[in-house]
């Protein structure tokens, strides 16, 4: 089975410069997500779609990133303009539909690409 | 809010050492907890999970048990190897969507020969 596929694998930006990044999920996995992990921390969430719907997307700074996934299956996440504080490596996963039982969540596990390493300078 | 505070590293450890790493967490409800795992050059990849209060989640003889008297959910390995040279991430999972992770910071583990 097919992992989650990201490009580019690497990208170096001067700061105020555009920057988009991709993701392929695992088929069949509606919920994707988009982290952001600095160096020498841990993965933060950005957003989080369940097919091409926000479910949550409390700690993406939308003045400059923004992220979209038409038709429910890739997804691009977007910086414009980048700043330096944005140099990170910007991981991708997907998962089976999150959901709810007895009222508690059910946790399907995230499956992870191998990250897009941004540099801005 | 929710989070995890994990103990920093590097912890640098001989082969067939113990491996101990701290991980403690705060959370509003019922939290799932997990240890996951990114080796050199690697995406992170689930090592251990576990869902409820005394669960042992266990995996390539890694083990950690979910304690909610102390909130924690320490990794432990008897016996390392080389290969296990990573960096170890403790995260827990909680809420309505059921999914969302809040991580530690990592802690890197180089074993050495």
């Known amino acids: 089975e097919a992992g989650v596929a990201q490009s580019p694998r690497y990208k170096i930006i001067e700061k105020r410069q555009s920057v988009a990044f991709w993701c392929n999920p695992i088929?069949?996995?509606?919920?994707l997500y988009w982290y952001q992990q600095i160096l020498g921390q841990g993965p933060k969430l950005l957003i989080q779609?369940?097919?091409?719907?926000?479910?949550?997307d409390s700690q993406l700074p939308k003045d400059r990133f923004s992220a979209e996934r038409l038709k429910g299956v890739d997804s691009t996440l977007k910086i414009q303009p980048a700043k330096l504080e944005d140099s990170a490596v910007y991981l991708c996963?997907?998962?089976?539909?999150?959901?709810?039982?007895?009222?508690?969540?059910?946790?399907?596990?995230?499956?992870f690409g191998p990250g897009t390493r941004l540099t801005v300078l | 809010g929710n989070s995890v505070t994990q103990m920093e590293g590097p912890v640098t450890l001989s082969e067939e050492a113990f491996l101990t790493i701290n991980c403690t967490y705060t959370?509003?409800?019922?939290?799932?907890l997990f240890w996951y795992v990114q080796y050199p050059g690697e995406g992170l990849q689930l090592l251990l999970k576990?869902?409820?209060?005394?669960d042992k989640g266990s995996n390539k003889g890694f083990e950690a048990t979910y304690r909610k008297e102390t909130t924690s959910f320490h990794l432990e390995k008897g016996s390392v190897q080389v290969s296990d040279s990573a960096v170890y991430f403790c995260?827990?999972?909680?809420?309505?969507?059921?999914?969302?992770?809040?991580f530690g910071g990592g802690t890197r583990v180089l074993v050495k020969p």
């Open positions: 996963a997907s998962s089976l539909l999150a959901g709810l039982a007895g009222g508690r969540g059910i946790y399907n596990e995230q499956f």
């Open positions: 088929s069949g996995h509606a919920t």
């Open positions: 779609f369940q097919n091409n719907g926000v479910v949550d």
């Open positions: 959370a509003t409800g019922y939290p799932s």
């Open positions: 576990a869902t409820k209060a005394d």
């Open positions: 995260a827990l999972s909680e809420g309505a969507a059921g999914n969302k992770l809040t």
